[in-house]
């Protein structure tokens, strides 16, 4: 392999020449180079995403950590794409992409995709930040991207983590990281928003939505009415991902416009969390005072930035009843998601009227007691419908035993009703309830080691996170209640 030209190997990634952000043109994007870390070294690489995408010999080689780490470039030379958002409820006006860099967009077994550098530098879009993330969220966001992938979670992936001893200035000084995200697209919520609101440019915004729906919807092409069509489909998709983040007990943190995903993916891990203690107010981010993206409040803040996209395409759908109505759909189609995914979660197969309050009166139960949410679901799976006391295993997880007795009748009639042959139906939960989730406290002791060097650590719980439903015995200690000093931590914007 030639080291000066490493894009010549057979195994390299396939860039397309023009790729979609590229033949957008000059108003949606900047050409930026990144500043390559400095003494970079692997902390974590995803073999399994590399074979997947057919690029595991081009992995293995040297040219890999150049190109991720920022110290090559592609051959078409990176790019920062332009955007803005509502943060925090409020309009923020323009962001970008203010350190992380489009590499280029590959063909790849998976089909097209792009390949994002994160923490690679300074961009016209910097603001007041350096380009930089630190290792520390770097390891969050490597680890819970492929943690919410093997559960079955759309998301952008992560290939590989770069790690440096270049020094960044947080609230203490910490060091250098880059992660190196794959998917589909990047495109937010904001990429539209900023051609409507900040840079009024109607004809930019069409472009946009054209190459959108021609890529990513193209069903819609041709119909009557395919930007109210696209709305809708982002908001079923939308729709679609915040049942699996509330089923599986996943706070995002920072759900704002610029962080909402135009194909409905799980973007920008920052301060999220799986909760531990089961708590409908529950709020992951240090930094949300106010409590905006609470783990109850995410599915009514999905549609609030629904409502912003709507507005952002509004001078192509040119017809506020019919924008509205492309959001209707979000009304029915997420709570009979969630409702299907809980339904699945209890092991219930038919479909009851009763089954809503059965629900609800679990969640509240266990809201009421502070029960382990991950726990709970798991271990209801030993349920058994003639157990009476044998099921002391799920009825030790709650404090007011009457009220969980009283419950776990309704559950056990339920199940007969249904004749629920209970190892089938444990077979079946265990399946859709997690045994083991990127708990706060897993990815802190992970990130105290790699501090001192020790990044062992990291892909153990990768690949543990890898199979979060089997049993993994050896693993029992990730699957159990977070230590005491879990509480105390504390995960905010600063990243
Ligand atoms: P976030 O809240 O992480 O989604 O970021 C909001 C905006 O701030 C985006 O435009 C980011 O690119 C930008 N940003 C966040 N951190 C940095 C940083 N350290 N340097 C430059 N831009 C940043
Ligand atoms: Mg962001």
Redesign the pocket.
């Known amino acids: 392999m030639n080291a000066r030209d490493p894009w010549r190997t057979a195994a390299a990634p396939a860039w397309r020449q023009a790729g979609l952000m590229r033949s957008l043109g000059a108003a949606f994007s900047v050409a930026q180079l990144p500043q390559g870390l400095p003494g970079a070294h692997w902390v974590a690489r995803n073999d399994a995403l590399a074979r997947e995408l057919g690029w595991a010999d081009w992995f293995d080689g040297d040219a890999a950590l150049a190109l991720l780490s920022g110290t090559a470039q592609p051959p078409g030379g990176t790019l920062a794409t332009v955007?803005s958002g509502h943060?925090f409820g409020v309009w923020a006006g323009q962001?970008?992409?203010?350190?992380?860099l489009l590499l280029g967009e590959a063909d790849s077994a998976m089909g097209p995709v792009e390949v994002q550098l994160k923490g690679s530098g300074?961009?016209p879009?910097?603001?007041m930040?350096?380009?930089?993330?630190v290792l520390r969220s770097s390891i969050r966001e490597y680890l819970c991207s492929e943690a919410m992938h093997a559960l079955g979670i759309p998301t952008t992936r992560a290939l590989a983590l770069v790690g440096s001893p270049l020094p960044v200035h947080r609230e203490t000084v910490e060091t250098a990281a880059v992660v190196t995200r794959v998917a589909p697209s990047f495109l937010r919520f904001g990429h539209f928003e900023h051609f409507t609101h900040t840079a009024q440019d109607e004809a930019a915004l069409k472009t946009l939505a054209d190459a959108t729906i021609e890529r990513f919807y193209p069903a819609l092409q041709g119909t009557a009415a395919p930007y109210a069509g696209l709305l809708e489909a982002v908001t079923r998709r939308t729709a679609a991902l915040l049942a699996q983040w509330q089923a599986v007990g996943f706070c995002h943190g920072?759900m704002?416009t610029?962080?909402m995903s135009i194909l409905g993916l799980t973007i920008?891990y920052?301060p999220f969390g799986f909760m531990d203690a089961f708590d409908p107010g529950h709020v992951c981010n240090h930094s949300d005072h106010q409590g905006r993206y609470a783990y109850a409040r995410q599915p009514a803040v999905a549609l609030w930035n629904l409502h912003a996209l709507a507005q952002a395409l509004l001078p192509l759908i040119d017809d506020s009843d019919a924008a509205l109505a492309a959001l209707e759909p979000y009304k029915t189609a997420y709570p009979r998601a969630l409702l299907a995914a809980l339904r699945a979660k209890l092991g219930l197969r038919a479909e009851r009227e009763e089954d809503e309050a059965l629900v609800d009166d679990l969640l509240r139960l266990m809201a009421r007691d502070r029960a382990d949410f991950t726990i709970t679901f798991r271990r209801l799976a030993t349920f058994g419908t003639e157990s009476g006391a044998a099921n002391a295993a799920v009825r030790d997880l709650f404090i007011d035993r009457e009220a969980f007795d009283a419950w776990s009748a309704r559950y056990a009639a339920r199940l007969r009703a249904e004749t629920s042959i209970d190892a089938d139906r444990a077979a079946g939960m265990n399946r859709v309830n997690p045994k083991f989730v990127l708990r706060n406290h897993l990815a802190e002791a992970a990130i105290q080691r790699a501090r001192e060097g020790d990044f062992s650590e990291v892909q153990r719980l990768a690949q543990v996170l890898q199979h979060p439903c089997d049993e993994q015995p050896e693993h029992e200690a990730d699957a159990g209640l977070p230590p005491a000093w879990a509480q105390q931590l504390e995960v905010s914007?600063s990243?």
């Open positions: 955007y943060q962001l970008g992409d203010g350190r992380a300074l961009t879009y910097s603001r930040g350096d380009g930089r993330a920072v704002n610029d962080n920008d920052g914007c990243s």
